[in-house]
C-alpha cells in the first residue's frame, strides 16, 4: 500500500512539473494567439501574430539605418578633418606707383657722382677701366645709364612711365657700383707696362699740382703732367674724357701769369 502512494505521488509530481515547464514557454504573444483560436478568431490571430513580428522586423530595420547613417557621418567628419582647409587665395592689389620725385632725386645723385669722376682727370687716371667700355661692366653702366636719362622727364608721366623710369634707375645704380668695384680691383692692369710708368708718372704730377702751395711748382706740374696725357691719348692707352680734359686744361690755366695763355 505503501508503494502504491508513492507512485502515485511520483505520478502526480510528474504531470504538474509538466504543467509548470508549459506555462513558462508560452508568451504573451502564444497566450493571444490561443485565446484568438478558442474564441473563433483564427483569422484574427494569425493577422496579430504578423503584426507583432512585423513590428519587431521594423524596429530592428530602423535601428540598423540609424546606425548605418550615423557610422557614415563619422566617417566623413573624420575624412573632412583630414583634408586641408581651402582658403580663400589673397586678393592681389596693384602697387602704387613708385613715387617719382624720389626717383628723379636718385637719379640726379647718380648723375653728379658719375658727372664728378669723368671731370677728375686724377680719378680717370686710377680707374682707367671705368671710362673705358669694352670692359663689360662698364658697357653695362653705360647702356642702363642711357636707359634711365632717356626716361627722365622734366614733368611727371603717367604711373606706368614712372614705373619703367624708377627701374631704369634702380639698374643704373646697380651697374654703376658693379663697374666702380670692377674697375677697383682691375686698377692699372689693362695697361702695358711701358706705358704703366707714364700713367704713374702723370697720377704723380697731377698730385702734385693739387696738393702744392708754390703757384710755379704747380704750373709746372700741370704742363708735364699733361705732355704726359697727350702720349698716353696718342696711344690710346688712357683717353681722358672730355669734361676731364676741359677741367685740367682749365685748372693749368688759372696757374699761368695774367696775360699768358695757353695752347
Not at 557621418?73 to 624720389?102: F, K, N, T
Not at 693739387?210 to 688712357?238: C, F, I, N, P, Q
Request: aromatic share 6%; proline share 6%.
Amino acid at each position: 500500500m505503501a508503494g502504491k502512494d508513492r507512485a502515485m505521488g511520483a505520478s502526480r509530481y510528474h504531470h504538474y512539473h509538466r504543467r509548470d515547464l508549459a506555462r513558462r514557454r508560452v508568451g504573451p504573444l502564444h497566450v493571444l494567439l490561443l485565446a484568438a483560436v478558442l474564441t473563433g478568431a483564427g483569422v484574427l490571430a494569425v493577422t496579430l501574430f504578423a503584426l507583432l513580428a512585423l513590428t519587431q522586423g521594423l524596429v530592428l530595420g530602423v535601428g540598423t539605418i540609424v546606425a548605418v547613417h550615423h557610422l557614415r557621418r563619422r566617417r566623413r567628419r573624420a575624412i573632412y578633418r583630414q583634408q586641408p582647409v581651402a582658403r580663400p587665395a589673397p586678393v592681389a592689389r596693384p602697387e602704387p606707383a613708385p613715387d617719382w620725385r624720389a626717383t628723379r632725386t636718385r637719379f640726379a645723385r647718380l648723375r653728379s657722382e658719375y658727372g664728378q669722376f669723368e671731370c677728375d682727370a686724377l680719378a680717370v687716371l686710377r680707374l682707367p677701366a671705368l671710362t673705358d667700355v669694352t670692359v663689360p661692366s662698364t658697357g653695362r653702366f653705360v647702356d642702363a645709364f642711357a636707359e634711365a636719362q632717356a626716361l627722365d622727364t622734366e614733368t611727371e608721366p603717367p604711373a606706368e612711365h614712372r614705373a619703367r623710369y624708377a627701374t631704369a634707375v634702380d639698374r643704373a645704380w646697380r651697374a654703376w657700383q658693379a663697374a666702380r668695384d670692377a674697375a677697383e680691383r682691375i686698377r692699372l692692369a689693362n695697361i702695358p707696362e711701358q706705358e704703366r710708368a707714364t700713367v704713374q708718372r702723370a697720377i704723380k704730377l697731377l698730385t702734385m699740382a693739387r696738393d702744392s702751395d708754390h703757384d710755379a711748382e704747380r704750373s709746372a706740374a700741370y704742363a708735364k703732367a699733361r705732355a704726359e696725357l697727350a702720349k698716353l691719348d696718342r696711344s690710346g692707352t688712357v683717353r681722358l674724357p672730355p669734361a676731364a680734359a676741359a677741367a685740367l686744361d682749365a685748372a693749368a690755366r688759372s696757374q699761368l701769369p695774367p696775360g699768358r695763355a695757353t695752347v
